[in-house]
C-alpha cells in the first residue's frame, strides 16, 4: 500500500496464544463461555445485582451476585497460566498487561485513600494474586479496544524479540455506574436482545467478561513443550480520524485495521473462515463495520462467516478484545462458529454472510476478532490453527 | 512539579512535566518534535472549556496542551518550508497516545454520586466516561489516524510508542500526560509532546490518497 497509509510491519517471530481463562455469565471457565455461546441462548437477564429503578432499560448479561473484579482477573489469568501449563518459575517471569475502566474503588474513596488507589495498583494487585512478575506491568484503559491493543502489543513486541511471553487479561463485571452512563446515552437495547447486524436492532447490552491469554514467542512455547492454542499471525490498529464518539460511516479506519492485520499475517481476506465481529448492535455502528469488512475484503466480505457474540455473552467494555478473542479461538479450535443472535431480518446496509440460526459446523484455519470503540478505534486481531 | 514513579511501573507518574516526557522519549529511542504543557506561563489560568465536555478538566485539558503541541508541530514544519495543509497536514500517521494514573477521577466521583443518590446522570457523561472521547475529537480536529491508546505509564507509553512506529503503524505519535489533582482540583496538570522515531516512513512515502483496502 502506498500513499497516506502504510503497509504494515512486524517483526520476524512468530507469536502463539497458550492458554487462555474466562469468566462470563455462561459461568467460570474458559469451556463454560465457549459451551454457553454455541448453546446459541443468549445469557442476557434482568439486572439483580443493583437497582435499575432509575433506568430505561433493566437487562445485562451477569453472573449471579456481586462478584469481586480484582479476584475473577487474577482466577482467570491463573486459569489462562494453568492451561498454558507455565509453572511458577515461569509465571513470576511473564509481565501482565492488564485491560479495565479503572481501579473500580477510586470513585467512591475517600480523599485520603485516593493516592493509593488507581490502576497501576489494582494492575499490580492483580498480578500479584495470579503470580506474575512485579515488574513491566501495563494498565490500558482505551475503552473497548483496550484488551485487543493490549494484545496486540504484546505480539508486537514478542514479534520483535523483545520479550518472550506476556499476560494479557482485561476485566468489565457489570456495575450501576456504567450502567447509569450507557443508559443515560440511550444506547442500551431497550427490547433486551442485542441484534448486530439485523434490521430492527435497538443497540447493546452490557455482560460480564473477564478473560485472560497467555501471549508468548513460538520459540518459548516449543521449549518448554507448551500446548498452542492459536497462533496469533496479524493484528492492526488504526484511529477513524472522524468523530470524539461516533464511527466513520463508511468505515475506513477498521478497514485500515483489517488490512493491517492482514497483511502481517501473510494472508488475502478470501484465507479468513470465520470473523467475530465487533456487532455491537447499535443502529449506527453496525453499518459502518459492515462497509470497513466491504473496504477491507472485498468480494470475500459476501461469503466469509461472520458473527458477533456480543449477541450471546454482551457488550464487556475495556475486556471485549480478550473475552472476544478466547471465544474466536475456541470456537475455530472446536470446528463450531457461534451464531449471531437475536436476528430478525435483513438490513441492506449490513449485507455479511451472517451464521444465523444454529452454530456452524466448520473449522476454519484463520479467523478475526474485531473491535472498535470511542474515539474512533479500531483493531482487528488475526488467529491462526496451530 | 513532582514526580512519582514505583518500582512496578518504572516511569509511573502522577505529575509528569514536558521534561519528564521528553527524557522517556529518548529513552526509548524517539525524538521530541514539539511539547506543550499547561500551565506554561501566569497565564495559565483557567482551562478553556471544551464543548460537549462537563464538569471535568480532565479532557480540556488534554486538548489545550495536545492542541499546543500540535500547532507548534506545525509552525515548525512552515518555517522548514512544508505547506500548511488541512487534512493530515502533510500525510503523517500520528498515532494517540495518553497517560494517566488515575483517569477522569473528577468525572467519576460525580457519576458515582449521582447515582448513589439515585439521580439520573446527565447523556454528556457517557460520552466523556472514556479517555477515547477527547482523543477522538483531536483525531477528528487534527486528521491524527493512527492508533489510539491510554496507559496508565510513561514508560509502557513510550515502548508502545516506539513499536508503533517501527512497525509502521503510525509515523508520529502525540504522547498526552495528564492527571487531575486528587484533592479538591490543585495540580490539575497536563503536557504533551510529539515523537518521531528513527524508523518512521521517509516524507516522499507519506503523501497520496488514503488507502481504505
Redesign the interface.
Given at each position: 500500500?502506498?500513499?497516506?497509509?502504510?503497509?504494515?510491519?512486524?517483526?520476524p517471530g512468530s507469536v502463539v496464544v497458550t492458554g487462555a481463562g474466562a469468566a462470563s455469565a455462561y459461568g467460570r471457565g474458559a469451556e463454560a463461555l465457549l459451551s454457553g455461546v454455541l448453546s446459541g441462548e443468549p445469557a442476557f437477564a434482568p439486572v439483580e445485582r443493583f437497582?435499575t429503578?432509575?433506568r430505561r432499560v433493566h437487562v445485562a448479561a451477569a453472573m449471579p451476585g456481586s462478584p469481586d473484579l480484582l479476584t475473577e482477573v487474577a482466577q482467570a489469568a491463573r486459569e489462562a497460566c494453568d492451561d498454558a501449563a507455565l509453572p511458577a518459575a515461569g509465571r513470576a517471569r511473564s509481565p501482565l498487561f492488564l485491560a479495565i475502566?479503572?481501579?473500580p474503588a477510586?470513585?467512591?474513596a475517600a480523599?485520603a485513600d485516593?493516592?493509593g488507589?488507581?490502576?497501576?495498583a489494582f494492575?499490580?494487585a492483580v498480578?500479584g494474586r495470579s503470580g506474575l512478575a512485579?515488574?513491566g506491568?501495563?494498565?490500558?484503559?482505551?475503552?473497548c479496544?483496550?484488551a485487543s491493543?493490549a494484545i496486540a502489543?504484546a505480539a508486537?513486541?514478542i514479534a520483535?524479540g523483545?520479550a518472550d511471553r506476556v499476560v494479557v487479561a482485561g476485566g468489565y463485571l457489570v456495575e450501576?455506574?456504567?450502567f447509569?452512563?450507557?443508559?443515560?446515552?440511550?444506547?442500551l437495547a431497550a427490547d433486551g436482545q442485542v441484534r448486530p447486524f439485523s434490521a430492527g436492532r435497538r443497540g447493546l447490552l452490557l455482560g460480564d467478561g473477564v478473560g485472560a491469554v497467555v501471549v508468548e514467542s513460538q520459540e518459548s512455547a516449543r521449549a518448554r513443550q507448551a500446548p498452542v492454542l492459536a497462533r496469533l499471525a496479524g493484528w492492526?490498529?488504526?484511529?477513524?480520524?472522524?468523530?470524539?464518539?461516533q464511527p466513520h460511516p463508511?468505515g475506513?479506519?477498521l478497514?485500515?485495521a483489517v488490512?493491517?492485520a492482514l497483511q502481517r499475517a501473510g494472508l488475502a481476506g478470501a484465507d479468513l473462515g470465520y470473523i467475530n465481529a465487533h456487532g455491537s448492535g447499535s443502529p449506527h455502528s453496525d453499518p459502518a463495520e459492515a462497509s470497513a469488512l466491504w473496504?477491507?475484503l472485498?468480494e470475500a466480505a459476501g461469503t466469509v462467516p461472520v458473527s458477533s457474540t456480543k449477541s450471546l455473552h454482551g457488550q464487556a467494555l475495556e475486556a471485549s478484545g480478550v473475552l472476544e478473542l478466547i471465544v474466536t479461538m475456541l470456537a475455530a479450535r472446536k470446528g463450531m462458529l457461534p451464531v449471531n443472535a437475536g436476528f430478525l431480518g435483513v438490513d441492506e446496509e449490513c449485507r455479511l454472510a451472517l451464521v444465523l440460526g444454529d452454530a456452524l459446523a466448520t473449522t476454519p484455519q484463520y479467523a478475526m476478532s474485531l473491535n472498535a470503540?470511542?474515539?474512533?478505534?479500531n483493531t482487528a486481531l488475526v488467529v491462526g490453527l496451530p | 512539579m513532582t514526580t512519582q514513579t514505583s518500582p512496578a511501573f518504572p516511569g509511573a507518574t502522577g505529575l509528569l512535566g514536558t521534561a519528564g516526557l521528553q527524557a522517556a522519549a529518548v529513552a526509548a529511542g524517539l525524538a521530541v518534535s514539539a511539547s506543550a504543557s499547561w500551565p506554561e506561563t501566569d497565564s495559565d489560568a483557567e482551562v478553556p472549556p471544551l464543548a460537549g465536555f462537563i464538569d471535568s478538566l480532565f479532557s480540556p485539558l488534554i486538548a489545550e496542551v495536545a492542541g499546543r503541541a500540535l500547532s507548534r508541530r506545525e509552525e515548525g514544519r512552515r518555517e522548514e518550508g512544508f505547506p500548511r495543509d488541512q487534512a493530515a497536514p502533510d500525510g503523517a500517521v500520528i498515532a494517540i497516545v495518553l497517560v494517566t494514573a488515575h483517569g477522569d477521577v473528577a468525572s467519576a466521583a460525580q457519576v458515582a454520586a449521582r447515582v448513589d443518590a439515585g439521580r439520573r446522570v446527565p447523556p454528556l457523561h457517557f460520552f466523556q466516561s472514556v479517555p477515547n472521547a477527547v482523543a477522538g475529537y483531536l483525531a477528528a480536529r487534527w486528521q491524527l489516524t493512527g492508533p489510539i491508546v491510554c496507559v496508565s505509564g510513561i514508560t509502557p507509553a513510550m515502548d508502545a510508542v516506539a513499536l508503533l512506529i517501527e512497525d509502521a503503524d503510525a509515523d508520529e505519535a502525540l504522547i498526552v500526560s495528564v492527571d487531575l489533582g486528587l484533592t479538591g482540583g490543585a495540580g490539575d496538570r497536563a503536557a504533551a509532546v510529539i515523537v518521531t522515531g528513527p524508523t518512521g516512513r521517509p516524507e516522499a512515502e507519506r503523501h497520496g490518497p488514503e488507502g481504505a483496502a
Open positions: 500500500m502506498t500513499g497516506g497509509t502504510p503497509t504494515a510491519r512486524r517483526g437497582g429503578a432509575n475502566h479503572g481501579d477510586l470513585a467512591r480523599d485516593e493516592p488507589l488507581g490502576p497501576d494492575t499490580a498480578a512485579g515488574q506491568l501495563r494498565c490500558y484503559m482505551s475503552a479496544v483496550s491493543t502489543d508486537a513486541s520483535r523483545q450501576p455506574d456504567q447509569a452512563l450507557f443508559d443515560a446515552g440511550r444506547v492492526g490498529r488504526t484511529g477513524d480520524a472522524f468523530h470524539p464518539v463508511e475506513r479506519g478497514a485500515r488490512t493491517a473496504l477491507a472485498g470503540a470511542f474515539g474512533g478505534a | -
